[in-house]
């Protein structure tokens, strides 16, 4: 998949789209990627494998724009092959070595904006920084939580209030 606008600058995105369960009950929980300057997405799906071409779990709904200046971009790919290579060697984890600690090693490894990546940073950066790109499929993200905690919230409320 490619991530592309009018611009001649960059197109560096980090990538987030839903899992089906996992993130209908968290709703900040879901699936990242990274893409390499031309906008070519590549992402950590599981153990011994990192994913070329479009996300493993879809179209990818929010996007964050990583900024490079034209003597970052090389870096900023190389940096990208290094960690594909190691990840393709790398035991996928639900909470350890996943596909945000992926993002993160990359963004850590090419010191983009001073280093210091962590999921959590990654996570607050993807939703206040990044923007909505794929409004279509906006619904799969909150439709199901709503439906869910608003299922508990129904029982709840019956069940102290009667």
């Known amino acids: 998949m490619l991530i592309s606008s009018k611009s001649e600058e960059p197109e560096a995105y980090v990538l987030w789209t839903t899992i089906p369960a996992l993130t209908w009950l968290f ?13 070519k997405s590549t992402d950590f799906l599981g153990s011994n494998f990192v ?23 090389e870096n900023y790919n190389v940096c990208i ?19 945000h600690s992926y993002v993160c090693d990359i963004l850590n490894d090419c010191s983009y904006l001073g280093g210091g990546w962590n999921q959590v940073k990654l996570v607050r950066k993807i939703f206040f920084e990044g923007e909505t790109i794929n409004k279509q499929e906006l619904w799969k993200h909150w439709l199901p939580p709503l439906i869910i905690y608003g299922f508990l919230i129904t029982i709840i409320l019956y069940i102290f209030l009667y």
């Open 51 to 73: 994913n070329k071409g479009k996300l493993g779990f879809g179209k990818p709904i929010y996007r964050y724009k990583i900024r490079l200046t034209p003597e970052e971009v």
């Open 27 to 39: 709703p900040c929980a879901g699936h990242v990627g990274i893409t390499y300057s031309n906008g």
């Open 81 to 99: 092959e290094n960690n594909v290579s190691k990840y393709n060697k790398k035991i996928h984890t639900l909470i350890g070595t996943n596909c």
